[in-house]
């Protein structure tokens, strides 16, 4: 039930009432009030679906926008804007009266005051107190505890890190058409990919037809299909999570577009010249400029901190512990969903989130209601696709496994389905048609300067990822004279 709070009427300094005339208190009744932390797939749904009720939802995050992880990589080689997939979070709520976005870096939580502590950009401190609470901070890149490989690759997490990684792939092509000797241009037509899952297969797919569909035209001294594009996976396989039919499958279409997929290799270094590779042959080194890590994900370092405020238990990923319903154990009032939580194994992927989104938010509104809580929160599997080129796509439904146009056409369909905004479903699919009919990339603009390199909170934080440059990321080659301004 809406919680109630009493403010005594008084009279004014200057009135004269006799004592017996003071009005009695009066009840004045407060909006329930929930706090979401994190604008991604599970908090955004969460708070569009809090749009009844006598409630006041505040949303906190410490980027303006909503990302459409899934198409990332698209943005990093050239096919969509960062508009198309990272629409304003104030736009996408603007209708919600009762909603009020907040720009902000959460830093802490104060469960037995409930309150979430933050900072604003520039430095301001601020807090945001709550009836109910959901924390739904998303991941960051895991390296799995060999933090020193993330000095000289490049995480594709955040809008920063995809445009970085779309301006090292472009200025490698770049530089290999001014490149002295054969040596240095092979190191910078290489291009390293680490992770064999969906992500890393689809970005190693479209730096291949980057090199071989769109530049191939554009250069005098070199040939940019002769890119070499390799992607190493531990495992034995490929998308094994799709089956063996579908994981050969795509190593088959991978190689067809010229990637060198390897699988049981482990990366053991990275350096700014180089990677070194151990498979079962042996050791190797791989001379390359452009290493791309998506191997693994993690929580958010914001709910190993929830979980030490509530002494909850984490798993080794970093992922809080939570009840049935979603909830923190010993606290009724804090909902943690998406990869911030584990339960039942689920899987960190963008359908757990939104479902566990949409599910929090109608517990949240019978609870306002006085209605008693529903049933234990239960996911539907949607299945799993990956597109690892023009044409070409994997797709695991409900014991249907195929591939080829059909599952490149299913993947077309559900991820404009999925994208947020009539106008974005629109320019994706005509940039789509650019991409995949034609030859053309019209997003190849990429900046002088790193970006990401200054942080709008003065720092890096815990509830997205750090910046490019205090990651010590390799730049790229520069001279030391200074253009005159």
Known sequence: MP???????????????????????LTVARRHRVVVVGGGFGGLLATQF????????????????????????????????EGQIAPPLRGVLRKQKHVHVELAEVTGFDLEHRTVVAVRPLGAACTFPYDTLIVASGSTTSYFGHDALAQHSLPMKTIDDALNLRRRILAAFELAE??????????????????????????????????????????????????????????????????????????????????????????????????????PGGRERVATHTVVWAAGVQASPLARILAEA???????????????????????????????????????????????????????????????????????????????????????????????????LSWLFVHLAFLTGFRNRVGALISWSWAFIGRSRNQRTFTVEEIGGSDIYGRGGPQGSTPARSRNCPDLPRSSARRPR
């Open 3 to 25: 919680i109630s709070q009493s403010a005594p009427v008084l009279p004014e300094p200057s009135q004269k009432v006799a004592p017996a005339t003071v009005q009695p208190a």
């Open 50 to 81: 809090l749009r009844k009720g006598d409630l006041e939802v505040t949303l906190v995050d410490r980027t303006n926008h909503h990302l459409f992880q899934p198409l990332l990589y698209q943005v990093a080689t050239g096919i969509l804007s």
């Open 178 to 279: 001014a490149a002295r000797s054969e040596a240095e241009r092979r190191t910078w037509l290489t291009f390293a990919v680490v992770g064999g899952g969906p992500t890393g297969c689809e970005v190693a797919g479209q730096i291949a037809e980057l090199a071989r569909r769109t530049l191939r035209q554009d250069f005098r001294a070199i040939d940019p299909t002769s890119a070499a594009v390799l992607l190493v996976e531990a495992d034995k396989q490929i998308l094994r999570g799709f089956g063996d039919r579908l994981s050969l499958k795509a190593t088959s279409g991978l190689e067809r577009m010229g990637v060198d997929v390897r699988t049981e290799t482990r990366v053991t270094s990275i350096d700014g010249d180089g990677i070194e590779v151990e498979s």
């Open 310 to 408: 509530a002494g909850a238990e984490c798993d080794r990923a970093g992922r809080v512990a939570v009840g049935p319903d979603c909830t923190l154990p010993g606290h009724p009032e804090v909902f943690v969903i998406g990869d911030a939580m584990t339960l039942d194994g689920l899987p960190g992927v963008a359908a757990v989130a939104t479902q566990q989104g949409i599910y929090v938010a109608r517990t949240i509104r019978r609870r306002v209601e006085g209605k008693p809580d529903g049933k234990p929160f239960s996911y539907r599997d949607p299945g799993s696709m990956a597109a690892i080129g023009r044409g070409r796509a994997i797709v695991s439904f409900h014991g249907l496994r195929y591939g080829g146009l059909l599952g490149f």
